[in-house]
């Protein structure tokens, strides 16, 4: 078991020493104003260079990663983040700059903001970006706005947002946050939405459809182009939620499914290290008719000179500080740079089709609720084993001992006791066959003896928590 850092401090050791200061019998005050001086000693643990450096390293061995294992953690997509990308963002000219900086000074960096909004047009079809969200949540935030100051500005008063009942928890949180209400529309035994269903929910009240395609089931929602136009004939606009674009670049986009705005989790899709709440960036994407309501700043430029542009008449305003997540935005640059058009289509494909392997292999043993062909995610429940006595909490703490991470489990809500898989394309032949065969190794000891499976995982710093409370009332000392 870890102990805390503090527990191994030490007075008086140091990892490196600073110069003794020339203003000794000099106080503070003299140089600072009273309000930011300290008053009390503040209490840092004392250890030396080395000592610190094992004591974080080991803390990072007792973590799941995926530069340590498999990490098949569905609606996430964490595939392998090329360490190139570490070392573009770790340059010179990007780390030592400062937000302040006169933008003469940082021409080269806002060009690479200018041309990553570039490739996001491209692999969207979308007709403007803005790069300011930190987050994919923060950007469906930032595109709801638009939707309401829309309607605002056309003069209608719109109240619904219809969202399915398979979306990511976000999308009803945020259209409640921009004062909507949200009214769910069920998906029929194909696991899509029901176009039938949407007639009777779509009317003059209506804002805007949330949508996310393929959905969280890993499906794609094939009545889309009717579904927009439905959509569009109610005054409606449609909202993409792009955190499972990894499914479908390079092969189609939102805009030709008839999407109004999107956001894009580029911390997911184009690989940047995530997961432990970021950074992230979360742009997003208009068409036409609502470029002047993005956030600003977008970057500009004019033929000589690339600038941060404020000046767009109907704008939601600013929704982070400065200009969105600069570090994360430079990794994602970098690999669609790496990676160019027809890679990109790559990887979409090849994520398709690790999953639909996946999956042919698991519905042997596991029951697969939609049994159609996937795009690069698919759900199984739990059903089966749970009724042998291991729910998907079992089976998941059960893969921690087998060095994998688990899938998302119990999301999405639609489907008992829910694993939803998500292998991406950066993945082994290998690699996905031990998984299989770990899954099936686990339902035949549930099989043999369920309890012994119950006890799982014995390989990890703690075992069974209650996670409830762990949530609640987060005791990061309690191994002390
Ligand atoms: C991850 C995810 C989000 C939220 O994105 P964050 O970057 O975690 O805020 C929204 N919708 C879906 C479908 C997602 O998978």
Do not use: W
Not at 45 to 61: G, I, Q
Not at 112 to 129: C, N, P, R, S, V
Not at 172 to 190: H, L, Q, R, W, Y
């Amino acid at each position: 078991m870890a102990e805390t850092v503090y527990k191994k401090s030490n007075s008086g050791r140091r990892g490196i020493k600073f110069p003794s200061s020339q203003l000794k019998d000099k106080n503070l005050s003299e140089f600072l104003p009273k309000e930011i001086l300290r008053e009390n000693n503040i209490n840092l643990p004392e250890l030396t260079e080395l000592d610190a450096m094992r004591y974080f390293t080991n803390l990072s061995r007792k973590n799941f990663s995926v530069d340590t294992v498999f990490y098949p953690l569905g609606s996430c997509t964490m595939k392998y983040n090329p360490k190139i990308n570490e070392y573009t963002a770790g340059l010179d000219g990007f780390t030592n700059i400062h937000p302040e900086q006169n933008e003469d000074f940082a021409q080269g960096a806002l060009e690479l903001m200018f041309e990553l909004q570039q490739h996001l047009k491209a692999i969207t079809g979308m007709d403007a970006i803005s790069l300011q969200p930190a987050a994919g949540a923060h950007g469906e935030l930032a595109g709801m706005l638009i939707v309401k100051k829309y309607f605002e500005k056309i003069g209608e008063k719109r109240t619904k947002v219809i969202i399915p009942d398979s979306a990511h928890g976000t999308n009803p949180a945020t259209a409640k946050m921009c004062g909507f209400d949200t009214v769910e529309i069920k998906s029929d035994s194909n696991g899509i939405i029901d176009t039938e269903e949407l007639k009777k929910l779509l009317d003059n009240q209506t804002a805007a459809i949330m949508m996310t395609n393929p959905n969280t089931l890993g499906l794609f929602e094939e009545n889309i182009l009717e579904i927009s136009k439905l959509a569009h004939e109610a005054g409606a606009l449609l909202y993409y939620d792009g955190a499972n674009l990894n499914a479908i670049m390079g092969i189609t986009n939102p805009k030709l499914m008839g999407f109004d705005i999107v956001h894009l989790n580029l911390h997911k899709t184009f690989s940047t290290p995530h997961g432990g709440g970021g950074p992230g960036a979360g742009p997003i994407g208009v068409t036409e008719k609502l470029k002047d309501f993005l956030p600003v700043p977008v970057v500009n430029f004019n033929g000589k000179k690339y600038f941060f542009d404020y000046d767009l008449k109907d704008t939601i305003g600013k929704v982070k500080a400065y200009y969105g997540n600069f570090g994360v935005l430079v990794r994602a640059y970098t690999y669609i740079l790496m990676m160019g058009g027809r890679g990109l289509r790559q990887v979409s494909q090849d994520a398709v089709l690790s999953a639909n392997y996946l999956r042919e292999k698991l519905k042997k043993t596991y029951k697969l609720p939609y049994d159609r062909i996937c795009m690069h995610e698919f759900v199984l429940s739990g059903d089966i084993q749970k009724e042998l006595g291991v729910n998907t909490m079992g089976i998941a703490k059960r893969l921690m001992d087998a060095d994998i991470h688990p899938p998302t489990v119990y999301f999405p809500m639609i489907v008992h006791e829910a694993m939803m898989i998500e292998p991406t394309e950066t993945e082994s032949r290998e690699t996905l066959d031990n998984f299989v065969e770990v899954m099936e190794k686990i339902n035949e000891e549930i099989k043999e003896d369920f309890e012994l499976v119950l006890e799982r995982p014995v390989r990890t710093p703690v075992s069974r928590v209650d996670e409830t409370l762990a949530a609640r009332q987060p005791n990061l000392r309690f191994c002390e």
